[in-house]
């Protein structure tokens, strides 16, 4: 299937405890075949060497974002071109990391949507989740 300008694709934006992963979720249910793709997933596949959103040394830290971003980029792709709704849930900074995703998502029907539900709510939520996925290991939480 070729890329379709009216292809819908979405990306979920906002700062953590937004509540990106639960309206992404709440988009992808509107829809009669979609598809979340979270970008805090992808990062965790890396399981030696990751260096996340923030992390050291910021050279490894930009090119890691850079690869998170290609990769979300691939996987929308794959699924439009299958038919679904691709929504990406992601923090999204400045201009240039939206040209990024635009560079990469040429010939879709791109939507942003940013998310602001003030920084009391955000810093409530973000405190309330747990930041490290090697509890599912058995691992000791950080």
């Known amino acids: 299937m070729a890329r379709d ?10 700062i953590p405890g937004a509540g990106k992963s639960t309206v992404a979720r709440a988009l992808c249910a509107a829809f009669p075949r979609s598809a979340h793709i979270e970008g805090d997933r992808l990062q965790e596949l890396i399981i ?11 050279q490894e830290e930009a090119r890691q974002i850079h690869l ?3 990769n979300q980029c691939l996987l929308a792709s794959s699924f439009a071109e ?16 939206l040209e990024e995703y635009r560079s990469h998502l040429v010939g879709y029907a791109l939507s942003l949507v940013t ?11 973000d405190g309330a ?7 599912a290991l058995g691992a000791p939480a950080r």
């Open 5 to 14: 300008d009216t292809q819908p694709l979405w990306i979920i934006n906002g």
């Open 48 to 58: 030696s060497g990751s260096v996340p959103p923030g992390g050291s040394p910021p």
């Open 68 to 70: 998170n971003v290609r």
């Open 82 to 97: 299958a038919g679904f709704t691709p929504v990406i849930d992601y923090i999204v900074t400045g201009r240039t990391r």
């Open 115 to 125: 998310l602001d539900p003030g920084i009391e709510v955000a810093l409530e939520r």
């Open 129 to 135: 989740r747990r930041k490290d996925h090697r509890h």
